[in-house]
């Protein structure tokens, strides 16, 4: 459940400047690392600045949404947690996007095989497998393994059928009216990080009282009568102040800027760490390492299983 699990937990901030300030924070602590002997102007040139990260991150995020919409998983928000703590420049959303989708598809049982994932994307998909397996671990440890989460189309789906059995008995076509632009309104905030702010509930009530604004229905005696029937006028203020805010956070998506994504791709490639890029030889000699240190310990448990055997089969013929 949403209320008790790791998404409320550890997934939820208190407003999108939070959320700056971590990204932030990621970027520093990668220019700091990897800026250690340059002087402040020639950084600033080099490495990404965090408003240039959040425009290519939107970029991602669109082609990851087309991605999805022709595959037909859902939209992972794994993408959205990840790069809150990491900086694009240590990663790649090019490489993590795909591993982010294919985590997704186990986690929520959409089954489906690593040759059949790579079979919908174009170009060399044994590199896509390989990379997909090998970040998959890491995208796991980053999340620190809270894999689940709620979106907001459960909780639409209830309100729905909320509405007919206790407020529309009669006008169940009504309630269908809400349906389409409702799911619209809630696909729409996939793209925004209205889900590191608000419960699915909220996004999904947020749906359906737009929808109700867009078909001229009422919802307000629903919402406070039925709804948050028995609860306190400050309560019902602060679900209104809410869902206001989702509603503008939607509605008022920044344009992304086509204009701008190729120069700032162009800039990532220089300054981005070779050592999580799969093209480079850092990253392929640190592959062929970790094969050969664990071709070693597999080497070492079956040299040691042989000792074993053989000293049960000296013992059992009672030879010391």
């Known amino acids: 459940m949403f209320a008790s699990g790791t998404q409320k937990n550890h997934w939820m901030f208190t407003g999108p400047e939070e959320i700056d300030l971590l990204r932030q924070e990621a970027n520093e602590r990668f220019v700091n690392e990897f800026g250690k002997n340059m002087d402040e102007d020639h950084r600033k040139a080099h490495f990404l600045l965090p408003e240039e990260e959040k425009l290519l991150m939107r970029h991602f995020e669109f082609i990851l949404r087309e991605f999805c919409k022709k595959f037909q998983p859902s939209m992972p928000k794994y993408v959205l947690r990840f790069y809150i703590h990491n900086s694009l420049m240590d990663f790649h959303p090019r490489d993590l996007m795909l591993t982010c989708v294919y985590l997704a598809c186990k986690v929520e049982e959409f089954n489906v095989s690593i040759g059949q994932f790579v079979g919908n994307l174009k170009g060399d998909r044994e590199k896509f497998a390989n990379i997909i397996l090998g970040f998959e671990l890491l995208l796991m440890d980053k999340l620190h393994y809270h894999l689940t989460v709620h979106n907001p189309f459960r909780p639409l789906e209830g309100f729905l059928i909320d509405l007919k059995t206790r407020y529309f008995k009669n006008k169940a076509e009504d309630v269908e009216r ?25 996004i999904a009530l947020a749906g359906i009282i737009h929808s109700a604004g867009e078909e001229g229905i009422s919802l307000d005696n629903y919402v406070t009568g039925v709804l948050m029937q028995g609860t306190t006028n400050e309560e019902v203020k602060k679900m209104a102040s809410q869902i206001k805010r989702i509603k503008y956070l939607v509605k008022n998506q920044p344009s992304l800027q086509r204009e701008l994504i190729g120069p700032v791709q162009r800039k990532l490639e220089p300054c981005r760490n070779q050592a999580n890029n799969p093209e480079s030889e850092i990253y392929k000699r640190r592959l062929e390492e970790m094969f050969e240190e664990e071709e070693e310990e597999r080497s070492r448990k079956r040299q040691k299983l042989m000792e074993e055997e053989r000293a049960a089969e000296r013992a059992l013929i009672g030879i010391p």
């Open 178 to 202: 809400l349906r389409r632009n409702a799911e619209d309104f809630v696909d729409r905030s996939l793209a925004t990080e209205t889900c590191l702010l608000f419960s699915p509930s909220q």
